[in-house]
């Protein structure tokens, strides 16, 4: 069983940063691939950003590469989001997931889910 929390959200304008993390519970994250997600209300879930167990390559959505990058340290149990050059539509929950069968783009692919934390971005 893993947990996740995730924490780093909040209110920030058009053009600024955030930092997201998500601290893992237990002593196999180091085993288990990690991705972001994000969701506006009334809207399905999509894919941001995935990085496998051994930080190697990682997964961008289209709409946030080259702004996002997404990075892990194992000792921590910890898996961090940059999100520089934030635009409005980046507003949504951000969510992020474990999986034990690597960096999918899809929902289903994950095994384990956090409680997502708000990211709005102001015009």
């Known amino acids: 069983q893993v947990q996740l929390v995730e924490s780093g959200g909040g209110l920030v304008q058009a053009g600024g940063s955030l930092r997201l993390s998500c601290v893992a519970s237990?002593?196999?994250?180091?085993?288990?691939?990690m991705g972001w997600f994000r969701q506006d209300p009334g809207e399905e879930r999509e894919f941001v950003s995935a990085?496998?167990?051994?930080?190697?390559?990682?997964r961008y959505a289209d709409s946030v590469k080259g702004r996002f990058t997404i990075s892990r340290d194992n000792a921590k149990n910890t898996v961090y989001l940059q999100m520089n050059s934030l635009k409005p539509e980046d507003t949504a929950v951000y969510y992020c997931?474990?999986?034990?069968?690597?960096?999918?783009?899809?929902?289903?692919?994950?095994?384990?889910w956090g409680q997502g934390t708000q990211v709005t971005v102001s015009s």
């Open positions: 990085i496998p167990w051994n930080g190697g390559a990682t």
């Open positions: 237990g002593r196999t994250f180091s085993s288990y691939a």
């Open positions: 997931a474990a999986s034990s069968r690597g960096t999918s783009r899809y929902t289903t692919g994950y095994n384990y």
